[in-house]
């Protein structure tokens, strides 16, 4: 009795304390004292909603970039740069600029969308402790400003200065200053987003330690498990169109024109690998529950089967209805993969196959012209 008081109390501080906010990343902290920035100087006392301050975020940044340029004073030289590209090859850094804010703030939305379903819908039906401090360490993780920081500085921090130094190399140039605090801050976003896309990797591989109570009978046809599906797969979703505009970026721009079949494997990788850890996750989830039920029908046909009563009609048939039950529930599904699930999958890997073959399109008609 004292564990389950222990459990429900331990269930309603999470909810609690979910409900209240006082589980907040560090792209919600930035987002919040950007949006207070902003509020000052619009005097403006509601807060703005969260497309018009990634949409001045996105400005901020591009506007960042060519003044950089005109500081520097190389506008020829940036010229030369993306001659070989065309106006798109401006089009293209303009929406790289906006993808690195876009992504970082859409992936923290995902993320509170976690932090809502866990608490409606998983936590009352999550039965041990050990499973709540699994999910409690996560939150501790996914909101650890200093460790999160830590990580977005020295990985921008890095990135910036080979990219400045790479650049510089091309065009001529000795590396400047306002060039590096432009690759910096788009760097700041890239690693942020990557933080968070770690984090919610990490959350897949601990789920498969979870206990949760399903549908006895049939747990891979529970609602929590198709619900549970359903989540998982956006994040797939999400890193598939994020992958998708950076095919179609990188093809604009021949980065990948010498690299087509390895260009496309790189894209695939993420995107099959969330796919896989998810659904075998979820696939732990189900067999522990289906093997929770066998285990219990088993106790009770043992327990009729020391009784040695095997001459009474009524203890056999309850020994037959037992194992019935025993054997359908043995043939259910051990995972909550099914039609859709697949489709859902195809469907994420022909994103980026699509911008793949809309950027490489003179190579695709080449092909086929043979």
């Not at 506007?63 to 010229?79: K, N, T």
């Not at 990490?202 to 619900?227: G, K, M, N, W």
């Not at 022909?350 to 809309?358: D, G, N």
């Amino acid at each position: 009795m004292s564990t389950d008081t222990a459990l429900i109390e331990k269930r309603e501080e999470l909810k609690r304390r979910l409900a209240a906010g006082e589980y907040k990343t560090l792209v919600d902290v930035f987002l919040e004292k950007f949006d207070l920035l902003l509020r000052k100087i619009t005097r403006q006392t509601k807060p703005y909603p969260i497309w018009y301050i990634t949409a001045i975020l996105s400005l901020a940044v591009i506007l960042m970039h060519f003044a950089s340029i005109y500081i520097s004073g190389i506008e020829i030289f940036v010229r030369n740069f993306y001659e070989p590209y065309g106006p798109g090859g401006i089009f293209a850094t303009i929406i790289t600029e906006v993808l690195a804010v876009t992504s970082v703030v859409v992936i923290n939305q995902y993320v509170h969308t976690i932090f809502t379903f866990w608490r409606k819908d998983v936590i009352d039906a999550t039965e041990s402790e050990v499973s709540l401090d699994e999910f409690d360490h996560w939150l501790a993780t996914v909101c650890n400003w200093r460790w999160h920081l830590l990580v977005i500085i020295i990985g921008a921090l890095s990135g910036s200065l080979y990219l400045v130094t790479s650049i510089a190399a091309k065009l001529g140039l000795s590396p400047n200053i306002p060039s590096f605090i432009v690759l910096f801050t788009i760097g700041l976003f890239s690693w942020a987003f990557l933080y968070l896309l770690l984090v919610i990797l990490f959350l897949s591989l601990r789920l498969r330690s979870y206990d949760l109570r399903l549908f006895a009978a049939d747990p891979s046809s529970s609602e929590l498990v198709l619900r549970l599906s359903g989540e998982l797969s956006l994040i797939v979703y999400f890193v598939a169109v994020y992958a998708a505009f950076w095919t179609l970026i990188s093809a604009w721009l021949r980065f990948l024109s010498s690299l087509v079949l390895v260009g496309l494997l790189v894209v695939w990788l993420p995107i099959i690998a969330l796919f896989v850890l998810n659904q075998t996750s979820l696939a732990s989830i189900v067999r522990r529950a289906k093997w929770k039920t066998l285990n219990e029908i088993q106790v009770k046909v043992e327990k009729l089967q020391r009784s040695k009563n095997f001459g009474n009609q009524e203890t056999m048939d309850a020994i037959k209805r037992l194992m019935d039950y025993h054997d359908r529930v043995k043939a259910t599904r051990d995972s909550a993969l099914d039609f859709r699930a697949y489709l859902n999958f195809i469907n994420s890997l022909l994103l980026p196959l699509l911008a793949f073959i809309l950027g490489n399109l003179d190579l695709v008609l080449k092909l086929f012209g043979r």
